[in-house]
């Protein structure tokens, strides 16, 4: 067990909906990091948060946001639903704020089906 | 920004022997460099990593090479079981000295290890 909780495991849902993702990091990190990751396909960065603040970005949509709250858990929303947001969807946490990189430990990701 | 490839994206090795996975990246300042196991329908899991002042790294039957030079690192796992099959990831990040907890996590494509019986 990573530490990192994510809900839900697995949503289904219809085109054009709006969902939210929800992520817990671990005790005493700071930094949140979000990825999807296509059926197949490598780890897509979408955006990370540190102690509340957006602090790098990927290629994440503009139907996509997020944002990390002051008890330190995120949302990542996504809306206009379309099939090919159908992924799983993995958020990570790290210690962050340090001079150096460090490491990721990832939760169990929420697989969105959209039909 | 970052780009990071990685070969080859599917390796089938018998069972005890080496295996071996190359990344190459783009940005000369990327200092920090993780490797995550991914098994089927599971999450990616550090297994190693390494710093730009660090040329090379082991624990037990994982190591890792950097040539900052030329841009790579390599993963090697010697004696491999069964259990090693799974996909690999190689990731790239710098740390940025001007925002505060910045930190942008590059993949590689991945790997996907076979072990052979």
């Known amino acids: 067990d990573s530490g990192v909780t994510q809900t839900p495991k697995h949503l289904i849902t219809a085109t054009g909906q709006r969902v939210t993702l929800r992520c817990s990091p671990r005790s005493g990190d700071l930094s949140v990091y979000w990825y999807q990751q296509s059926l197949d396909q490598g780890l897509q960065f979408l955006i ?3 102690n509340g603040e957006e602090r790098a970005k990927g290629n994440i949509l503009e139907r996509f946001s997020a944002q990390q709250f002051p008890d330190l858990h995120s949302e990542l929303n996504l809306s206009s639903l379309e099939l090919g947001d159908s992924a799983l969807y993995f958020c990570a946490s790290s210690v ?5 990189n460090s490491p990721l430990h990832f939760g169990n990701g929420t697989r969105l089906t959209v039909t | 920004g970052e780009n ?3 070969h080859p994206s599917t390796l089938s090795v018998q069972e ?4 071996v996975i190359k990344c190459t990246y783009s940005d000369s300042a990327s200092n920090y460099f993780p490797w995550y196991k991914q098994e089927l329908g599971k999450r990616p899991q550090l297994i190693i990593d390494i710093r730009s002042n660090v040329g090379e790294k082991k624990d037990q039957r994982i190591a890792v090479t950097l040539n900052k030079t030329a841009k790579h690192f390599s993963l090697h796992i010697t004696e491999t079981q069964p259990e090693d099959s799974a996909v690999y990831f190689c990731a790239a990040s710098k740390a940025s000295g001007r925002i505060q907890g910045a930190q ?8 996907r290890l076979t072990i052979n019986p």
Do not use: I, M, P
């Open chain 2, 16 to 19: 005890g022997d080496s295996a």
């Open chain 2, 4 to 6: 990071v490839e990685q």
């Open chain 2, 104 to 111: 942008k996590l590059v993949f590689g494509q991945g790997t």
């Open chain 1, 48 to 50: 990370q948060y540190y």
């Open chain 1, 96 to 100: 962050g704020g340090q001079s150096y």
